[in-house]
């Protein structure tokens, strides 16, 4: 099974502008979650769908925004950047339906910087 | 709240010598999952371990295992017969009952021939 996918994998943006990021799950797999991951806050969860609606939701201001398409495939966006976005951003994938202990299987990362 | 410490920013340990981590939580659920994950400097974040908190056996992987002592509310990793391959930061992460993680600050591992 090919894992999960993240594009595109380095970006670069100026403060103000928006930005969405893509992630494709693991064929079968309907959780899909974001985290961001900076050197000051380590690693944060963002939050997280399943068919096609926000389940979970973590501490963000209303600039990060997701979505989930029906074919799994999740949309991460966040608008008026500022210089504390720059991150990496994780997409990670669960087989869990109901919530629950599944693994999360991590894709490689959008690298943002924010100039 | 859950919370997750790992108190070893970064070690050092020889090639084929093994090596453990340091993972301790706190949570007021009954059921929660710890993992372990391993990031090497590309980014990705790599599953290496599960261990479910009503499981009795202690999770092993291949070279990886994980000392669970529920009590004590520790979960280590132990990684037996290093390689150099095996150095990047190592992550410990609890799961709440919807899934959600929360990770620990990570370990820096070196592996040294």
């Known amino acids: 099974k090919a894992g999960v996918t993240q594009t595109p994998r380095y970006l670069i943006k100026t403060r103000g502008q928006q930005v969405t990021l893509s992630c494709s799950p693991i064929s079968g797999h309907r959780s899909v979650s974001w985290y961001q991951q900076t050197p000051g806050q380590g690693l944060q969860f963002l939050f997280e769908?399943?068919?096609?609606?926000?389940?979970n939701k973590g501490n963000f201001p209303g600039r990060f925004s997701g979505r989930q398409f029906s074919n799994s495939r999740s949309e991460m966006n966040v608008s008026t950047l500022e210089l504390g976005d720059s991150a990496l951003y994780l997409c990670?994938?669960?087989?869990?339906?109901?919530?629950?202990?599944?693994?999360?299987?991590f894709g490689p990362g959008t690298r943002l910087l924010v100039l | 709240a859950q919370k997750i410490t790992q108190t070893q920013p970064g070690m050092f340990v020889q090639e084929k010598e093994a090596v453990t981590l340091d993972c301790t939580y706190d949570t007021s659920d009954q059921s929660y999952g710890l993992f372990w994950y391993k990031q090497p400097s590309s980014g990705e974040m790599i599953f290496l371990i599960y261990?479910?908190?009503?499981?009795?056996q202690n999770a092993t992987e291949g070279r990886y295992s994980l000392n669970f002592q529920k009590a004590r509310k520790s979960a280590n990793l132990v990684i037996s017969a290093s390689q150099l391959g095996d150095s990047a930061m190592y992550f410990c992460a609890m799961s709440d009952s919807w899934g959600k993680l929360q990770f620990g600050a990570g370990t820096q591992v070196v592996v040294t021939p």
């Open positions: 261990q479910g908190s009503y499981d009795e």
């Open positions: 769908y399943f068919s096609e609606t926000q389940r």
């Open positions: 990670a994938s669960s087989g869990a339906e109901a919530g629950g202990a599944e693994t999360q299987y």
